[in-house]
């Protein structure tokens, strides 16, 4: 690098460095996560409206930030089925009562369900490859039992082939993570997921109270804000992030979704306050989507690619930010490979300003809303930060005030640089 270009990119560090500390201070991040994560808005999901509620909330933080609504309506309605969880009473095993997501989960999928149920402990391997087992079994009336599977993986919990009042699967030391499984299409019969220690082998009762309602056409809706650029005015830059979580598991439980993903809101609405500011404003338009239905199946990303707002061949770049709470070991860049003069430029300017340990390339995954636009051609990326400082996930203890943001700071200069190249 010779004389000229060492002090032009010294300066260039120094000017940008300057620009955006004061957009770096994570409080506002904080601030964001700390309400989208709170018993106010119940999970994000469709239980007492949460997820509408986050939705306002996101509406305001544009509106006050001097992020533009798209045309008249900062919300796109999303089409969308959800089988809603009302009550959880008390569950017990033979008179011993369970602790929810400590001791067990009902799944979101589950029909309602009250009262006292026997146990059928199945064997799983002569079920899975005796048929003379498994059709002893299936000519049982077992409207009135819970099939009982010790295989964590029992493939048939939500498809079993007769009718039965429910189906436990034990676990052996975690119950694992809750999900939406289904839960678009609900079940005819109730699932529990179990940890095996606190069930046993040779328990004979389940008693539970469990109440849900189906609602067809939900009301869902995406977030969407604008920032309108001062060149190029047929080129988009998308920017998005699922704000919808799982919800609540009856009354009392429910599952806050600070990583997952109040991490990824925070960050896409942190960018548009910035670049909203008359300083910052971008060359190419920019638009913010905080995405709805993710958890439920890309439902909020795949209305907004089969509806888009927007002619999707403008839309030179998607970036999707799904759990960004971390950073200790760098970001993973999903679809770089697909892309690589996309990631070559991220991680020439990450390697630049030092900002990350890693920005790893990685091939493509249809995993989180970067995936239908990418189906649609247009060049799409997924960042997640990576490190061991932090792992909750779909849990009631993945908390935002315990997210570390540890290089929330770094990962908004390396975007925003990126935006603005």
């Keep these: 690098m ?187 019969h109730v699932v529990v997921e179990a940890l095996l220690e606190k069930v046993g082998a040779k328990a004979r009762k389940i008693t539970l109270d469990v109440e849900t309602q189906f609602q067809e056409d939900y009301p869902a809706v995406n977030v969407i804000g604008k920032v309108e650029g001062k060149g190029n005015t047929d080129t988009v830059i998308v920017l998005g992030a699922h704000y919808d979580h799982l919800g609540a598991m009856g009354e009392t439980v429910y599952f806050p979704g600070g990583n997952d993903n109040a991490s990824g809101v925070a960050m896409i609405m942190d960018l548009a306050r910035y670049f909203a500011k008359p300083e910052n404003q971008p060359h190419y338009d920019l638009v913010f989507i905080a995405f709805t239905g993710e958890e439920a199946g890309l439902l909020g990303s795949t209305h907004f690619a089969n509806h888009p707002l927007f002619d999707l061949k403008l839309c030179k770049q998607m970036i999707n930010l799904d759990m960004v709470g971390t950073g200790s070991t760098g970001i993973v860049v999903v679809n770089g490979v697909q892309f690589p003069q996309h990631f070559l430029k991220l991680d020439s300017i990450n390697k630049q300003f030092n900002f990350l340990t890693e920005v790893k390339q990685r091939g493509e995954s249809c995993n989180s809303d970067h995936c239908p636009f990418y ?30 943001l540890t290089k929330y700071n770094e990962l908004f200069k390396l975007l925003a640089q990126f935006i603005k190249n």
């Design 2 to 188: 010779n004389h000229f270009s060492l002090v032009f990119s010294l300066v260039f560090l120094m000017i940008f460095t300057n620009s955006t500390v004061k957009s770096q201070d994570t409080t506002y991040a904080r601030q964001l996560m700390l309400h989208l994560g709170s018993t106010e808005l119940a999970g994000r999901g469709y239980e007492r409206d949460g997820s509408l509620k986050a939705a306002a909330y996101l509406k305001e933080q544009y509106s006050q930030n001097g992020v533009a609504a798209w045309d008249t309506s900062y919300f796109q309605q999303v089409p969308m089925n959800q089988n809603l969880f009302q009550h959880l009473g008390v569950l017990s095993i033979d008179g011993q009562v369970l602790i929810p997501a400590q001791d067990f989960y009902v799944a979101k999928a589950s029909s309602s369900l009250k009262g006292t149920y026997k146990l059928l402990y199945l064997n799983d391997s002569l079920f899975a490859h005796s048929p003379k087992y498994r059709n002893k079994i299936l000519r049982k009336n077992l409207t009135s039992t819970f099939v009982v599977s010790q295989d964590p993986n029992f493939k048939e919990r939500y498809d079993f082939p007769v009718p039965v009042a429910g189906i436990m699967v034990l676990h052996d030391k975690s119950i694992g993570y809750w999900h939406l499984r289904r839960a678009t299409r609900p079940l005819n």
């Design 375 to 404: 189906q649609k051609g247009v060049p799409s990326f997924f960042i997640f930060t990576t490190g061991d400082e932090y792992r909750k996930y779909h849990t009631t203890d993945d908390l935002p005030q315990n997210v570390p």
